[in-house]
């Protein structure tokens, strides 16, 4: 059976920097694409970051991009999403997910986390 469990997540003053981890067990972690989500109260989810089975690629919104680093440890079975520079607008649940698709979009992940709380304060 496969489990995502996500840590780390919590209050952060706007300006600072957290990171987040998630532990996955049950499966064979190079078989899958990265992927971690947010979802922030009142809207969609949305991907924030995401790296290939490879690991040789990844992607980050522009929304993002410069704040946020995904990261993997296959050893461990442990991806990670450290971000920098918080805004009170990346204040969400954090949702670490898996996907044999290299399509990061919600209807094509296998496997997704219960999420974590990131709140930004001002």
């Known amino acids: 059976q496969v489990h995502l469990v996500e840590s780390g997540g919590g209050l952060v003053q706007a300006g600072g920097t957290l990171t987040v981890s998630c532990a996955a067990s049950g499966v064979t972690f190079t078989d899958y694409s990265l992927a971690w989500f947010r979802q922030a109260p009142g809207k969609e989810r949305e991907v924030v970051a995401g790296?290939?089975?490879?690991?040789?690629?990844?992607y980050y919104p522009d929304s993002v991009k410069g704040r946020f680093t995904v990261s993997r440890d296959t050893a461990k079975s442990m991806m990670y999403l450290r971000m920098f520079s918080l805004k009170p607008e990346d204040t969400a649940v954090y949702y670490c997910?898996?996907?044999?698709?290299?399509?990061?979009?919600?209807?094509?992940?296998?496997?997704w986390g219960k999420g974590t709380l990131v709140t930004v304060s001002t």
């Open positions: 790296m290939s089975k490879s690991g040789l690629s990844t």
């Open positions: 997910a898996l996907t044999t698709s290299s399509v990061l979009a919600e209807d094509q992940i296998d496997y």
